[in-house]
């Protein structure tokens, strides 16, 4: 007899905005932290889990600070790394060359150690919990591994985790129920942050 499982919301957010060498959060970064805190007050979270680096460790501190005993998990599959280095076969051709440019910085071990960590991140902080009961959790992390969850969650190609850009501190939720694909129920919202805050993180490009 298969365990009874319920549904898993993951709240999913990047780093506030960081100074440039990315030792601590800028001002602006503290306030983007505290105010999406003050947002999930009425969420119901039962853990706050964040990768090492500072910058994700600063923001789940400045959350928690806004919320109720909701404990601190650090976690090095919460990390910043590459999930995926595709090969040339597997990218579209007419981008391939500047996909492969770009994750040519990444050495042969760090890409096999992401490797590692996505495949955890996914078995760790996806899918249906055991028990009856709706799990809230939320993941604190870097731009890659939302991309990498965001993929995985429309169950597209491994490569494609590339060009999904996450601002600072905005918020998305991804529900695992049982018997069904995961959900996306909200991606890259910015409403709880005031206009001069939204965008951080972004190519000047992508800002609308």
Same mark, same amino acid.
């Given at each position: 007899?298969?365990?009874?499982?319920?549904?898993?919301?993951?709240?999913?957010?990047?780093?506030?905005?960081?100074? +440039?060498?990315?030792? @601590?959060?800028?001002? #602006?970064?503290?306030?983007?932290?505290? &105010?999406? =805190?003050?947002? /999930? !007050?009425? %969420?119901?979270?039962?853990?706050?889990?964040?990768? +090492?680096?500072?910058? @994700?460790?600063?923001? #789940?501190?400045?959350?928690?600070?806004? &919320?109720? =005993?909701?404990? /601190? !998990?650090? %976690?090095?599959?919460?990390?910043?790394?590459?999930?995926?280095?595709?090969?040339?076969?597997?990218?579209?051709?007419?981008?391939?060359?500047?996909?492969?440019?770009?994750?040519?910085?990444?050495?042969?071990?760090?890409?096999?150690?992401?490797?590692?960590?996505?495949?955890?991140?996914?078995?760790?902080?996806?899918?249906?919990?055991?028990?009856?009961?709706?799990?809230?959790?939320?993941?604190?992390?870097?731009?890659?591994?939302?991309?990498?969850?965001?993929?995985?969650?429309?169950?597209?190609?491994?490569?494609?985790?590339?060009?999904?850009?996450?601002?600072?501190?905005?918020?998305?939720?991804?529900?695992?129920?049982?018997?069904?694909?995961?959900?996306?129920?909200?991606?890259?919202?910015?409403?709880?942050?005031?206009?001069?805050?939204?965008?951080?993180?972004?190519?000047?490009?992508?800002?609308?």
């Amino acid at each position: 007899m298969n365990p009874r499982t319920a549904p898993r919301y993951l709240y999913v957010t990047r780093h506030a905005e960081a100074t +440039p060498d990315e030792s @601590a959060l800028t001002d #602006a970064g503290r306030t983007q932290a505290t &105010l999406l =805190g003050q947002r /999930l !007050r009425t %969420a119901p979270l039962t853990a706050i889990h964040h990768g +090492p680096l500072a910058r @994700a460790e600063q923001t #789940a501190h400045l959350i928690a600070d806004q &919320l109720e =005993g909701v404990p /601190l !998990r650090r %976690a090095e599959a919460a990390g910043d790394y590459l999930p995926y280095p595709p090969t040339r076969e597997e990218l579209p051709q007419e981008m391939a060359d500047a996909f492969l440019t770009f994750l040519d910085q990444f050495p042969e071990q760090e890409r096999e150690h992401g490797t590692r960590l996505a495949a955890t991140a996914l078995a760790d902080l996806t899918g249906p919990v055991p028990g009856d009961e709706p799990r809230h959790e939320l993941l604190v992390t870097h731009n890659f591994l939302v991309g990498w969850l965001i993929r995985a969650a429309f169950d597209a190609p491994n490569w494609r985790w590339i060009g999904v850009n996450h601002a600072n501190a905005a918020l998305t939720v991804i529900r695992y129920a049982p018997g069904r694909p995961p959900s996306l129920l909200l991606f890259n919202d910015t409403g709880h942050l005031p206009a001069e805050l939204r965008w951080t993180g972004f190519p000047q490009e992508l800002h609308i």
